[in-house]
């Protein structure tokens, strides 16, 4: 059960568009559909923002996207703002039945 | 509207036992598998176990297997987390975060109670 492999930190100007990675094995990011992106603010609850890969829940900005390749899923936020500014995490389900998240991604907004 | 309350956390020593518990509403809590999350300080989130909606599939990470056991009441709509054997490396704040429904039809971790701390020291 090794953590999903994300960047430490990632920046970027507001209006820009950034990416976040996470890199994970073929017993889980890369055989099934149910990566899930979370956003958290600290000192409140994390957010879900993506799941299944490239479904947005209900309330969710459509700047807020996400993909899979091989065994990366990749979440891309377009059009940033200040309030995008947060830590990122990453989920997958595996194949042994469990979850996993990442290591965590700080977005800074500059 | 969904809401999870957790509770039970606390100052423990090293080698004690805890249970904690979250209390579920605004939703058909007897469909949804439910999960425990937790968070070290300074740390990121680390996923701990899930119970499936009617308690008879469980699984857990490896940090925790044969340590914790979760559970839930259906009948009182609130999922429990005994710990056992508690090191310093259990301190964190303990989510519950709700599963998919029974039809596998809603995302998973899509509401989250707030947290409780619980803090393993001597």
């Known amino acids: 059960q090794s953590a999903l492999t994300q960047p430490a930190s990632v920046s970027g100007s507001p209006g820009q568009s950034i990416t976040i990675s996470c890199t994970g094995t073929?017993?889980?990011?890369?055989?099934?559909?149910?990566v899930s992106w979370l956003q958290h603010h600290p000192g409140k609850v994390p957010k879900l923002m993506i799941y299944?890969?490239?479904k947005r829940p209900s309330g969710v900005s459509n700047r807020f996207s996400g993909s899979k390749s091989g065994n990366t899923a990749t979440l891309t936020i377009s059009g940033l703002q200040a309030e995008d500014e947060a830590d990122y995490y990453c989920?997958?389900?595996?194949?042994?039945?469990?979850?996993?998240f990442g290591g965590g991604t700080k977005l800074t907004v500059l | 509207q969904e809401q999870l309350v957790e509770s039970g956390g606390g100052v423990v020593q090293p080698g004690r036992s805890l249970r904690l518990s979250c209390a579920a509403s605004?939703?058909?809590?007897?469909?949804?598998?439910i999960h425990w999350v937790r968070q070290a300080p300074g740390k990121g989130l680390e996923w701990v176990a899930v119970?499936?909606?009617?308690?008879?599939?469980?699984y857990y990470a490896d940090s925790v297997k044969g340590r914790c056991t979760i559970s839930r009441d259906n009948s009182k709509n609130t999922l429990f987390l005994q710990m056992n054997s508690l090191r310093s490396e259990d301190t964190a704040v303990y989510y519950c975060?709700?599963?998919?429904?029974?039809?596998?039809?809603?995302?998973?971790?899509?509401?989250w109670g707030q947290g409780t701390l619980v803090t393993v020291s001597s």
């Open positions: 975060a709700r599963g998919d429904n029974v039809v596998g039809a809603t995302p998973s971790f899509d509401y």
């Open positions: 605004g939703f058909s809590f007897n469909y949804y598998a």
């Open positions: 119970i499936s909606y009617d308690g008879t599939m469980k």
């Open positions: 073929s017993g889980d990011v890369g055989s099934y559909d149910y």
């Open positions: 299944d890969v490239t």
């Open positions: 989920n997958s389900y595996t194949s042994s039945s469990t979850w996993v």
